[in-house]
Structures are given as C-alpha cells and as structure tokens.
C-alpha cells in the first residue's frame, strides 16, 4: 500500500518511542512510503529546531529516512481543497503518487477525512488499521 506520511509524524516517530515511531517501523517494513522534498525540509528543520538534534545525529537520521521512503513529486491542487494551505503540498503529493492513505497529526487534514479517494487518519488511525488486518488473517 502506498502511504503518505505528513512531516510531523516522521519527527514525532524520531522524538520518542510511541505510536508514530512503531507505525513508521511497521510501514517501513509492509508498504510504500512517500514523501516529498517539501516534507523532507521540513522534517529536516523540526529535528533542528524541535528535536535540536547535533548535526551529525539528524543526517544519520535524515539518511534513514531517505532509505526507507520513496520521493514523489506533488501535484498542483486548488487552495479551496483543504483550509490550510500549508497541507496542499501533502495533499498534492498523495495525489501524484496515488496513495492509499495519508498519515498525519495535523487537524486541518485529519479534518478532511478523505480527499478524491485517499484516507486521511492519524498514527493512532494507521495503528488501528495493522491491528484490524492482523486480526482478519488469525
């Protein structure tokens, strides 16, 4: 399945043990993950600025990231499609690379639910999804 995860997530996964970092982990390992140079960035600037990570620490990081996560390039889409135009990049990206879903904290997307046929659900959303599949194959 392809995944679009949202810059937050990918810091949170990095930040502490938890949902995000266990849903990154499993993903990384059972689907595509898409991110793109925008996200990159800003992922690049939350573990600086957030996690204030040492320099080498956050490329290692940044490295991993890198390996474990396809780059896609977002689509144009409208500035009407979601109410904060700072998650049109996302919403662009899981359009262009024909994602399944769209992992993110932020509630200005988490709010939209769905955009064209791509889910919108938080970490605690995707984590709840594995467990549902995990029970249909027992």
Not at 98 to 103: G, Q, S
Not at 114 to 136: A, D
Request: aromatic fraction near 6%; proline fraction near 4%.
């Amino acid at each position: 399945m392809k995944i679009v995860f949202d810059s937050n997530v990918i810091i949170s996964a990095f930040a502490c043990p938890g949902v995000c970092r266990n849903v990154y982990r499993l993903s990384i390992k059972n689907h595509e993950i898409y991110l793109s140079d925008h996200l990159m960035s800003e992922i690049k600037a939350g573990f600086a600025k957030k996690l204030k990570l040492p320099v080498d620490k956050m490329s290692d990081n940044l490295q991993y990231v890198r390996e474990n996560c396809r780059i896609g390039v977002p689509e144009t889409v409208h500035a009407d499609q979601c109410r904060d135009p700072k998650d049109l990049p996302v919403l662009g990206l899981a359009s262009a690379v024909k994602a399944r879903l769209i992992v993110s904290g932020d509630g200005d997307l988490l709010h939209l639910k769905k955009f064209q046929k791509i889910g919108i659900v938080s970490p605690r959303g995707l984590w709840e999804l594995i467990r549902e599949k995990e029970n249909e194959v027992k």
